[in-house]
Nanobody
């Protein structure tokens, strides 16, 4: 059984930084795509950044480009999201999602494993 556990959320002021982590267990072999998604109050969950475990292919949402950096430590089965220049609109619950395929997508469709999320709050 795959388990994803997020950590690192918190409250920061606009312009600040946070680093999220997601530790995976139970299924970290073979091809898979893993990524960060977020759900703001009253909105649907949206993709932030994804990475393919074997090729390092990375994709970012437009809102994340230039400010967020996703990285995957395969040895530790841990995914990171370095978030800089945070804005109030980045306030959301951040989730780690995994799909057991080489094809990555910023759409949450196809991601079968999810963590419980970690809250990020950015104040102005």
């Amino acid at each position: 059984q795959v388990q994803l556990v997020e950590a690192g959320g918190g409250s920061v002021q606009a312009g600040g930084s946070l680093t999220l982590s997601c530790t995976a267990s139970g299924f970290t072999r073979g091809d898979y795509c893993i990524g960060w998604f977020r759900r703001a109050p009253g909105k649907e969950r949206e993709g932030v950044a994804t990475v393919y475990n074997r090729g390092g292919t990375i994709d970012y949402a437009d809102s994340a480009k230039g400010r967020f950096t996703i990285s995957l430590d395969n040895a530790k089965s841990t995914l990171y999201l370095q978030m800089d220049s945070l804005k109030p609109e980045d306030t959301a619950m951040y989730y780690c999602g995994l799909r057991s395929t080489f094809f990555c997508s910023l759409s949450e469709s196809g991601y079968t494993y999810w963590g419980q999320g970690t809250q990020v709050t950015v104040s102005s």
